[in-house]
């Protein structure tokens, strides 16, 4: 199983390199959203830092949606998706190997450019630790349950939009978490408790979703 | 021992379900209508005045109620739709597609009445209470639910998607509440919450009871007319 | 009567409630009832 998931890992991460255009624009989205949150509520230092957390995190949850699309789509559309259905390899550790290389490619870079983010927010320095850190647990349970969404709604008219309907909802206690954990760490208290939930997160959704988007992977494209 | 067994699987084909559906459908909406005036009657006259609240609390007969069934509903509704997924029966996918709009409607009932009970007891219109975020969350998992069956032409594509997300959202209701509950402790002040209902006389209580009875059986006889309908559309 | 009717001052939201809810489940009738009728045709 270990040389599917290499071999599958392998090939959506030289795949995805080939288009780096399509990674640059989810970085770049990520980018330009978190600039908007100053444009319209205002440069008061104040303010940004105490929105910060929960601007970048609603940032990265945006950019998240917005590169779901392309998980499935290219395989979809040149039948590659139909030989993997139909191939002997366990179809869990195959979508679990295309998430992983969807979240290193779009989930990574905006764990690494956070601190940047945070500099324009004016975010203390001793709180860039725990930001990135609960980029770097939370991102990944945004692929992961994206990538059902993306798997629901694989070849459906009004794609985009439907699938942050379904999604969104569900990255709700993620997003709680993750932006309560830096505010707690902001106002002096311990951010633990909510970096330990987003890690029990992250394990519920690495051993359960790759059953949910096989499931839904199958039922998408027979 | 019978000499007969039971075939669990008789009404599990649509055509022999539609007559019966059409029969409970009858029975339930007559109670409802029943239960509804018993718990009406109860609500207004019978139960007194709050000393709190004044009279502004009852709407906690249809608040409550509500809220209870737009849960109550989903859980059905992934209950359905699992039984769907594993048996590969048609009718199951038909009953959760026909619960989503009722419980989505219940949902959004939940959310007004708590707004206007919101407003003379607490000041404002919207409260970021646990209990109304997570009752807003739900409504978007209804819609995205009905969203994703829209948006599939083939009925079993669409119910097994429908399925699929039904399950995920059920499974996520219990993380997506305590997430919201842990926030909204942290950041209210203590106050607000539409938790603090008042102290129950006994009429209220059964007041609130009678008038859940009455959704419930609304709900039974609305979403067997659904399936009902389901059922002739695909034919 | 008039006293039911306002309410204790609270009519606008006792009233709003009830009546809101009512007229929401009133019209989830009323369209089923036009679907199932055009379903029976």
């Avoid at chain 1, 002096?188 to 959704?205: D, E, R, Y």
């Avoid at chain 2, 379900?17 to 006259?45: D, E, S, W």
């Avoid at chain 2, 819609?143 to 097994?160: C, K, S, T, V, Y």
């Amino acid at each position: 199983m270990t040389e599917v998931l290499r071999c599958i890992l392998h090939r959506d991460l030289l795949l995805a390199l080939r288009n780096r255009g399509d990674v640059g624009t989810a970085l770049l989205f990520f980018v330009i959203v978190t600039t908007l949150f100053p444009l319209g509520i205002g440069a008061e230092p104040a303010l940004l830092r105490a929105i910060a957390p929960g601007a970048i995190w609603v940032a990265a949850l945006l950019s998240s949606l917005l590169s779901l699309g392309r998980l499935f789509a290219a395989d979809h559309a040149d039948g590659t998706l139909e030989q993997i259905l139909l191939g002997a390899a366990p179809l869990g550790a195959v979508v679990a190997a295309k998430t992983l290389a969807h979240w290193l490619v779009s989930g990574l870079p905006l764990v690494l450019i956070a601190p940047l983010i945070a500099l324009q927010y004016d975010l203390p320095a001793r709180l860039h630790g725990v930001l990135v850190l609960s980029l770097l647990l939370g991102t990944p349970v945004l692929s992961l349950i994206g990538a059902i969404g993306a798997a629901l709604t694989l070849g459906l008219r009004g794609g985009g939009v439907l699938l942050s309907l379904l999604v969104l909802p569900l990255y709700v206690p993620v997003l709680i978490m993750g932006a309560g954990g830096v505010e707690m760490a902001a106002a002096g208290a311990s951010a633990q408790g909510h970096l330990l939930l987003l890690a029990a997160m992250l394990v519920g959704a690495a051993a359960f979703a790759p059953w949910a988007i096989a499931a839904a992977l199958r039922i998408s494209a027979e | 021992m019978t000499a007969t067994s039971t075939n669990w699987f008789w009404y599990a084909s649509p055509q022999t379900f539609y007559p019966l559906a059409g029969k409970i459908a009858r029975v339930a909406g007559i109670a409802a209508v029943l239960l509804a005036v018993a718990g009406l009657y109860v609500g207004f006259v019978v139960a007194p005045t709050d000393a709190q609240q004044g009279e502004a609390y009852r709407i906690i007969f249809i608040h409550v109620p509500a809220a209870w069934m737009s849960m109550f509903i989903y859980v059905v509704m992934a209950i359905w739709a699992a039984l769907g997924l594993a048996l590969n029966t048609r009718l199951s996918g038909m009953m959760a597609s026909a619960l989503a709009p009722t419980g989505a409607l219940f949902t959004f009932i939940a959310l007004w009445t708590g707004s206007l009970w919101g407003k003379p007891t607490w000041g404002t219109y919207w409260v970021w209470d646990a209990r109304l975020t997570s009752e807003l969350i739900l409504l978007f998992l209804y819609f995205g639910f009905m969203a994703l069956q829209a948006a599939i032409d083939d009925p079993r594509r669409a119910d097994r998607a429908g399925a699929v997300l039904a399950i995920v959202g059920v499974v996520n209701i219990p993380i997506i509440y305590f997430s919201v509950q842990w926030w909204n402790t942290l950041h209210q002040g203590a106050s607000v919450s539409l938790k603090s209902a008042p102290t129950m006389a006994a009429s209220m209580f059964s007041g609130m009871i009678l008038m859940a009875f009455a959704f419930w059986m609304y709900s039974i006889a609305v979403t067997l007319v659904r399936v009902r309908c389901i059922i002739r559309e695909r034919g | 009567m008039s006293e039911f009717l306002a309410m204790g001052g609270y009519a606008w939201y006792v009233w709003g409630s009830y009546g809101v809810t009512f007229l929401a489940l009133l019209l989830e009738v009323v369209f089923l009832m036009k679907r199932s009728r055009e379903a029976k045709t």
